[in-house]
């Protein structure tokens, strides 16, 4: 996951970067369809960030995340 700062409007964002060799190698192209699919669903949803983009390039998979500072989940629980 990158940071990322709006050139314009100066809003930060979480970039979510998924290589299409991995996801195919693991055959995970359901289960990143349904994450995509339930964040764009459900993107005014309290408990889930926002899914703003999402984007491809022939090798990768970007998803354009709301930025919630704090640091990791896993460390928080």
Known sequence: VLLAKH???G?????????KKVI?????????????NV???NAKHPFLVGLHYSFQTTDKLYFV???????????AI
Do not use: C, P, T, W
């Not at 195919?24 to 995509?36: N, P, S, T």
């Not at 995340?65 to 460390?75: C, K, R």
């Open 7 to 9: 050139k314009i409007d």
């Open 11 to 19: 809003k930060f964002y979480a970039i979510k970067v998924l290589h």
């Open 24 to 36: 195919l190698k693991k055959k995970e192209q359901k289960h990143i369809m349904a994450e995509r």
């Open 39 to 41: 964040l764009l669903k």
């Open 65 to 75: 995340l709301d930025f919630i500072n704090g640091g990791e989940v896993s460390i």
